[in-house]
């Protein structure tokens, strides 16, 4: 679980507000891959409105991988 937290704690640790959203896939194996984006303290609103505008101009959040 340590892997898995180490580049999302760094906005805790800063007190800035992170969003997490999905951006495409890798080649081979198809693995989802994230887009982070980091805002300043409180601005919450401001990276809500970027990863809205994000998904609308784009399809990658209706996509799944293949399940194994």
Known sequence: M???DVFTISCNL???CGLSLPCG???N???PIGLQ???????ESTILKIAHAYEQSTEWHRHRPALA
């Open 14 to 16: 800063a007190g800035i």
């Open 37 to 43: 984006l980091l805002g300043k303290p409180f601005g």
């Open 2 to 4: 340590y892997l898995s």
């Open 29 to 31: 194996p198809k693995l």
């Open 25 to 27: 896939f890798s080649a």
